[in-house]
């Protein structure tokens, strides 16, 4: 079992025969969920098939949400840098708790997540650059170097320092206020503020574990390897419509970091994710809960290296739900 934590089918299976005993957990992001067993499915609701299917059947976004967790106190500097230099688009904050808010920033059809806060007992630690497990960097595409160069300098950043990388793109690799590495991709007939969507770049350990945990258990599309020239890394893609996860391989010693940043997927069952996590025994972080006042259900599990991915069931009444009406 060593660095992961197993949660066993059998005795998952007694729990949910528990009776609804409600408790209060609290989420990576600072939200106090109220957890309780009549949210699971009970044992042998679920067939052999379904629990063995992957996740990406539930998807009901055409993209992930990300998450990136910083200082409170870089918060002024980190909203700066995301909306006028990268030019995101800002949307409707969500108050998490009195004292937590989430800022939220449009990419494409999903988000960045700005977390103020670092929760728990996560582990924190970009030292290593990319070189390191876990969310390493974040990839964002535009249209045009001048206007990206231009938008950096009005905001008060420095300039990226652009490459060629031999497929028709230009590239640069800059850090947000936080330190977290952010790889500016120049792409003709991009869509302007990343539109096209986010790559998610994570350091693994395992290659193999980790490819088979985003392809069998999440059930992303497994593109072929390519070379990054400006990373100097082979990146093994993940794709799920505008989001791509970029696995690639890291050294033995080098720095880990599982709290820095995490993946949310938008689905219409999480209990059905709950299930079929426990089924694999894959690792929890946060058991099967719902937010009261949001119309949200949903289970927080970890990959191989320990990186947060969490499933959400929003309902009509959930903010996810009331700004992709009202963006329609």
């Known amino acids: 079992m060593g660095r992961k934590l197993k949660i066993m089918l059998g005795a998952a299976s007694a729990a949910l025969a528990l009776p609804a005993a409600a408790q209060t957990v609290t989420t990576p992001e600072g939200a106090l969920m109220s957890v309780a067993s009549d949210l699971a499915y009970k044992p042998g609701e679920l067939s052999a098939d379904q629990l063995s299917a992957s996740t990406r059947d539930l998807f009901i976004q055409d993209s ?122 120049i792409r003709p007939g991009a869509k302007d503020g990343s539109n096209d969507g986010v790559g998610v770049g994570i350091g693994v350990s395992d290659l193999a574990e980790s490819r088979a945990f985003y392809r069998e258990f999440v059930g992303l599309d497994e593109l072929a390897p390519v070379e990054d020239k400006l990373l100097g890394v082979t990146k093994y893609p993940y794709r799920h419509k505008e989001t791509t996860i970029y696995l690639y391989e890291v050294g033995d010693g080098v720095p880990q970091d599982n709290g820095n940043a995490g993946i949310q997927y938008v689905v219409r069952d999480a209990p059905m994710v709950d299930a079929k996590a426990k089924s694999r025994q894959i690792a929890v972080e946060t058991p099967l809960n719902k937010l009261r006042g949001f119309d949200l259900v949903t289970v927080w599990l970890n990959d191989p290296d320990g990186v947060t991915n969490y499933f959400a069931q929003v309902g009509p009444d959930s903010r996810t739900a009331q700004q992709a009406r009202a963006g329609s």
Request: aromatic share 10%; glycine share 12%.
């Open 64 to 185: 992930m949400n990300v998450f990136r967790r910083f200082p409170r106190e870089q918060t002024a500097d980190m909203v700066k840098f995301y909306t006028e230099a990268l030019a995101l688009r800002a949307l409707n904050p969500i108050q998490l708790t009195q004292s937590q808010q989430m800022i939220l920033t449009g990419v494409g059809t999903g988000q960045i997540k700005l977390s103020a806060g670092q929760q728990g007992n996560r582990k924190y630690d970009l030292s290593g650059g990319i070189q390191g497990t876990g969310i390493r960097l974040f990839a964002l595409t535009y249209p045009d170097e001048g206007q990206v160069r231009e938008r950096f300098k009005a905001a008060g950043f420095a300039e990226p320092q652009f490459s060629d990388q031999g497929d028709g793109t230009r590239a640069a690799l800059v850090t947000d206020p936080g330190g977290f590495p952010i790889q500016i991709v």
